[in-house]
């Protein structure tokens, strides 16, 4: 979004506090080395301070609405142990205790452990993309999609120095926006922010229907391309729903094309 640096969350001070805390415990268990002994699922799981309580807090104080997609206890132990984070982290106790999340009637899909309605796992979305094999130090993690084609990464290194924090690959420019939030403030930005305003220009007339009938691994295709000048005017494209495999690889080669790559 050209005006995205404009659109911030405030934050209370005691809010950021329990936000510096947690991106140290999410930094400290992803991997930190190129290749990690993997800890094993029973170490990865704190039953005495559960992340998924403070995330609930927030959940039940939101603005904007949030489904909790439910979840299969086999496939999060094992989405659980592909991420390698604790469930003390906000991160880990989506990933263990939710199928994902859906934001604002499905506009932003949070990725969790994956269910019927959204079929990817954070681990499994990412492997290919911002690492190889399970337990690899991750360039970037994929956290978080929209339906126009938008992604939302946190930094492992391959975006800049501000390790742990969020960006958005915007589709309106294909670059990598910073949002200058941590994993703990981004899920706040999407519970409460003004997203209307967030995505002023991209959301069209009608969309909360046609956001209805789509699957979470799915998102719109537009044309002319949202990134092009004939393309900025979102109520005159035509756009029909595809892949977000296929829409994620379109756009991080377009971007290549255009030579945005440096």
Known sequence: MATILCKRLFVPTKVIIQHLTIVLLTLYTLPT???????????LINTTEPGRVLVDEWIKSAKNKVEILPVDTVKAKDALYKTQVTTRSPMGAIIYTTGGLLIDDGW????????????RTLPDWNKGKSFQEFGESPLFLLIADDVIGGFYLLNGGALGEDLGKVYYF???????EPLDLTYSQFLQFCFNNDLDKFYEGSRWTNWRSEVAG??????????PFLWTEEGKDINANSREAISIEELYHFNVDMRKQLGLDK
């Open 33 to 43: 080395t190129a290749q990690n002994k993997m800890r094993q699922i029973e170490e």
């Open 108 to 119: 932003i899909r949070i990725l969790g452990s994956g269910c019927s309605e959204m079929n």
């Open 170 to 176: 915007s589709p309106d420019n294909l670059e990598y």
């Open 214 to 223: 789509l699957s979470g691994d799915q998102a719109f295709s537009f044309r």
